[in-house]
């Protein structure tokens, strides 16, 4: 078999897995053994119409496993009318046998690779098994085969049309939990590193400097008190679809909390350039996001800081961050979630982020043009 074939039969049924049965199913069950009925009344004229009328009535329960088992139902159907079609002579010419065509639809809708091949290869033999009793009219041959090509490739473009939204919906959400991922890293392991410094300098000091241990203690209060604070709000927004309106978004003007530093870590200062109230929520947004991890970054790793500088520059091209403190310089870092995550949100934003080392300590560098911001 060529590639394509092969990757054809070797191909899964399609995801989600179809409904055993609906409602639409008891109706067409219901509705066609009276139409096959009346129209073999009605017809005196069709050879054999009452042989092919308890033969149509008999297949007719083929339909309640036509997606369960489409290729089953069809082999079935179409195995039944080639026999009895050699049997009396001639193709059944009610008009009733096209519910046949609701199978032909469900193997290449809901069948795997070797349905759909084995399904095709059926319909094309019992299309043309009448060329070996009679020959019918170019015409008749021809329009056999549009309508079941086109039922066919109904079942195509169906079944494309659902795997296409299905990749969507997972799509979505892979970002949602990437989104939820850069939040909690953003927010609370901002929080949960502020309470692991405060641990460690109260316990450096608690000996000597009881005080000192007390005030440690108020501090980790504090930030656990923040962090749940920002823990129920994120609660909140996933699982009620007014919480983003009633929770403030951090911007620019937040930087400013940047600024309470830890006792005994470095001090930040923050400094403001250019027009900030043209900058949109969202960018002020991934700014904030960006300085607060990138000072977590400091606080964390920097050994011997003393300071982190946070600038924030808006002009004509678009917002400028930097960051940067005075600790050792690091030949090299293993990028963890927090320089992902911040490479992200600027990436999302049409800029771009970048972390590493300088003269006299590490710089976290962010750009986000005005090209990409949202309008």
Known sequence: MTSPVRA????????????????????????????????????PEVPWRWGWAIVLVALVPTLLWRRTRPFTMLAVAFGVGTLVSVVVGGDPQLVTTAYFLVLVYSVLRWGNGRAMLGGAALVLAGTLAPLLLESPSPVDLVGGLAVVVTTGSLGLAFRWRAGARARELERMRLLEREELARELHDTVAHHVSAIAIQAQAGAAVAAQHPDAATEALRVIEGEASRTLDEMRAMVRVLRRSDAPELAPVPGLDDLGRLTSSPAGGPAVTVELDGDTASVPPAIGAAVF??????????????HGATRVEVRVRVDGDGVRLDVRDDGEAVVSARPGF??????????????????????????VTAELPRAGWPR
């Open 8 to 43: 054809l039969w070797r191909s899964p049924a399609p995801t989600p897995p179809p409904p055993r049965r609906v409602w639409r199913d008891w109706v067409l069950v219901g509705v066609l053994p009276p139409l096959v009925l009346l129209e073999a009344t009605l017809r």
């Open 338 to 363: 927090g320089l992902t995550g911040m490479a992200e949100r600027a990436a999302l934003l049409g800029g771009r982020c970048e972390a590493g080392p300088c003269d006299g300590g590490w710089t």
């Open 289 to 302: 996001r960006i300085a607060q991890e990138a000072v977590t970054n400091s606080r964390r790793h920097a």
